[in-house]
């Protein structure tokens, strides 16, 4: 499992290069309330079904809001054969307000 820290997650938000996306795996009304910009959300228990549209990034970056649906999501895309990606375990969008990082709505 390649591992992200928040401000590693951060720092790939102020600079997405063109195939690579953030991927928030939370619920649509957890993402409503605020994500980070440009992010892209389809639910963890979902992910599969995008798997298509997935393999289109060069990297993905996954978090949630606390680290666990973001780590289950990289395991099923992962047995999707999906292996371009990183994922924010250590803290997720909770960590990120808590930091004070810019939150869209």
Same mark, same amino acid.
């Given at each position: 499992m390649n591992l992200l820290s928040l401000d590693e997650l951060?720092?790939?938000?102020?600079?997405?290069?063109?195939? %690579?996306?953030i991927l928030d795996v939370r619920g649509p009304? %957890?993402?409503?309330?605020?994500h980070i %910009?440009?992010?892209? #959300?389809?639910? *963890?228990?979902?992910?599969? %079904? *995008?798997?298509?549209?997935l393999k289109e990034y060069k990297n993905i970056?996954? *978090?949630c809001k606390m680290?666990?649906?973001a780590k289950m999501a990289y395991s099923m895309l992962e047995e999707s054969g999906i #292996? #371009?990606?990183e994922v924010c375990v250590e803290a997720g969008?909770?960590?990120?307000?808590e930091k004070g990082y810019p939150? *869209?709505?």
């Open positions: 951060y720092e790939k938000s102020k600079n997405l290069k063109e195939g %690579e996306v009304s %957890e993402f409503a309330e605020g %910009e440009g992010s892209l #959300n389809i639910p *963890h228990d979902s992910v599969v %079904e *995008h798997v298509d549209k970056y996954i *978090h680290g666990g649906r #292996n #371009n990606m969008f909770q960590g990120w307000i939150v *869209h709505k």
